[in-house]
């Protein structure tokens, strides 16, 4: 028996360590020193190369190193009997709403306009509305999406979440499908992408999508780069649709240095952080799916391979 394990961070051998300090017996093979393939059972994989995991005949299930999945349904030989399970881990969870929370009071206060006096040494009362008057809008209300919406109804934000299905969430009007997002939008100052990169929603941040929003508004995406047409938000940017966005995942990742974001007076960039995949937390669940599998049980935050997430 043995574990296939393939990350593009340079943490594989914290990974092992942590692997082992629960499975002493477990042996974890680091990609690509794949071995005999048919020793492998379970893959723990971010962006594993296409076609290697159909090579693998005695999977029991593969392990997306991340909350998204997009990295493997993005594989056209994906084996299609295998279960996928992902992370949903509360530490993750936490340091998303973190994130989420820091760039939406960071535009709230209008601290980007404050940091411009500073650097001209300028002092002019800046106000700030309450946030009792700012809405907020979060596109995904799955596992991330409604921790960071019900976080910023508790500072007192008028927050909304669009998703698939109607929510419940205390604090949080709920919009859902294709009806819903317009009159989400129309309300929505500050919008949070928070969404799963699906057929359904790649290329969802664009131009149409900006005009629905109110004049001025800021986009946090902490999603997917895959979710926005760059291009789109360069103009709205330009004609002052949106003021501000703060990304932090891009089409291409590291972002390419001639790409015009990482200049922008008005974008944010940060390195695809908002919510690093943590082995101290995340090895306890995947060990966890491992007993599971090998005791016939039901795994753990197994994905629907007919909506992509
Ligand atoms: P979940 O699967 O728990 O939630 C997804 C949400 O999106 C659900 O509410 C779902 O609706 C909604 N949704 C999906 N498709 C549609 C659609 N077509 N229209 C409207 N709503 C839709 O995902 P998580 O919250 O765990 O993670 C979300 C994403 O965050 C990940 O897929 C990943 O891309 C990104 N991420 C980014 C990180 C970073 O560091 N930048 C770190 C971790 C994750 P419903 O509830 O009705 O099914
Ligand atoms: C994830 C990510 O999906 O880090 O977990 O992007």
Request: hydrophobic share 45%.
């Amino acid at each position: 028996m043995a574990l296939l394990f393939k990350s593009d961070a340079d943490r594989a051998d914290w990974w092992k360590q942590e692997i082992g300090a629960h499975m002493p017996d477990l042996e974890v093979r680091i990609w690509p020193e794949i071995g005999h393939v048919n020793d492998i059972e379970y893959a723990v994989v971010w962006k594993m190369k296409p076609g290697v995991l159909a090579t693998l005949p005695n999977l029991r299930f593969i392990f997306s190193l991340g909350a998204g999945v997009d990295h493997l349904f993005s594989d056209p030989a994906l084996p299609k009997d295998v279960p996928i399970c992902r992370v949903v881990d509360k530490f993750l969870t936490q340091r998303m709403t973190e994130h989420v929370v820091l760039h939406a009071l960071r535009y709230h206060r209008r601290q980007p306009e404050i940091e411009a006096q500073q650097r001209e040494q300028h002092w002019d009362e800046i106000y700030t509305p309450t946030a009792q008057e700012r809405a907020v809008g979060v596109m995904g209300m799955g596992e991330l999406g409604a921790d960071a919406a019900t976080k910023l109804s508790q500072l007192g934000f008028k927050v909304a979440g669009w998703s698939r299905t109607p929510k419940n969430i205390h604090g949080v009007e709920s919009f859902h499908g294709h009806a819903g997002l317009a009159p989400f939008l129309a309300r929505t100052e500050i919008l949070i992408c928070l969404l799963p990169l699906t057929p359904e929603t790649e290329r969802i941040l664009n131009a149409r999508l900006f005009a629905g929003l109110p004049k001025g508004a800021v986009l946090i995406n902490v999603a997917r780069g895959g979710h926005l047409v760059e291009d789109d938000l360069l103009a709205a940017l330009a004609s002052g649709q949106i003021s501000y966005a703060a990304l932090d995942v891009f089409r291409a990742e590291p972002l390419p240095a001639a790409h015009p974001f990482w200049r922008h007076p008005r974008v944010s960039v940060s390195p695809h952080n908002a919510s690093i995949t943590d082995p101290r937390t995340v090895t306890a669940l995947l060990v966890d799916n491992i007993r599971r599998a090998e005791a016939g049980a039901s795994l753990l935050n197994v994905v629907d391979p007919r909506v992509g997430y």
